[in-house]
């Protein structure tokens, strides 16, 4: 069966303690979100394999997903990576080039967390993870409106990635998800084919290579209600959500025919 949809699921941060973090994970959560994701006949997909198939030039059948971290979370080589390499499953990881080995300073709750240092990124690399740009110091895109400073954003990532791990980096995810059509050419300039942004949905071949898709996902996300993120291709997981989703199916399929 040919694959029509292809969710990316966008995680953060991976922790023992999370201070009540939304968007961090204890790995007994992430350990049980994997699972149950594998149960239900997923697969994560490598990156290019998925950007094949944007392209048109790959079928990677039914089941596939795709994981991407954003930030570069220190926490995410010690307690996630063990997890996916258990499953044999890849991931994308978007850093912040400026900010290896210090901490997330553009946090203003819990005053900033440790980041992957040079080793750390060598390191996800050799066991095959994926590395790639969300900007160089997670500055608001949009909101810089002096042009150098968003082109050095955007660059000085790209080449510093680029020099560390030895091979390309195409692919951008948006700092806070935020862009527009400035943001998008000066990011395609600077090099980047294929961008992230926070809108979700499903992408499909057609769907803008510089904002594709990602559904985001949650501490309070328990394997069923991500599950049905994932199905759905929507940020809300709740079984009411989904109900409605398959009569607006229905309907729609009396109304082609
Ligand atoms: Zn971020």
């Not at 996902?217 to 069923?224: E, K, Q, T, V, Y």
Request: hydrophobic residues 35%; aromatic residues 10%; charged residues 25%.
């Amino acid at each position: 069966m040919k694959a029509t949809r292809f969710p990316v699921l966008m995680y953060h941060r991976i922790a023992p303690r999370c201070g009540g973090d939304p968007w961090c994970l204890s790995p007994r959560r992430f350990r049980a979100q994997m699972q149950g994701l594998a149960r239900a006949g997923y697969r994560a997909a490598p990156l290019d394999l998925f950007l094949d198939w944007m392209r048109g030039e790959a079928d990677p059948g039914p089941g596939r997903f795709l994981l991407t971290f954003d930030d570069g979370y220190q926490g995410v080589l010690d307690h996630g990576i063990p997890i996916l390499e258990a499953l044999g499953w890849p991931a994308t990881l978007f850093l912040v080039a400026g900010r290896l080995g210090l901490g997330s300073d553009w946090e203003r709750r819990g005053g900033g967390h440790r980041l992957l240092d040079e080793a750390g990124v060598r390191e996800l690399v050799r066991r095959g993870f994926s590395v790639q740009s969300h900007g160089f110091t997670h500055a608001d895109l949009n909101a810089l409106a002096d042009d150098a400073r968003l082109e050095h954003e955007l660059t000085a990532s790209r080449q510093r990635l680029e020099a560390l791990t030895g091979s390309a980096v195409r692919t951008i995810a948006y700092p806070y998800g935020r862009t527009d059509g400035r943001v998008q050419s000066a990011a395609r300039e600077a090099g980047y084919e294929w961008a992230f942004g926070v809108r979700s949905g499903f992408n499909r071949p057609g769907v803008d290579p510089m904002d594709l898709r990602r559904l985001d996902i949650r501490a309070g996300d328990g394997p069923r209600r991500l599950r049905r993120k994932v199905r759905f291709g929507t940020n809300d997981g709740r079984l009411r959500t989904s109900l409605q989703y398959y009569i607006q199916r229905i309907q729609q399929r009396f109304m082609s025919t």
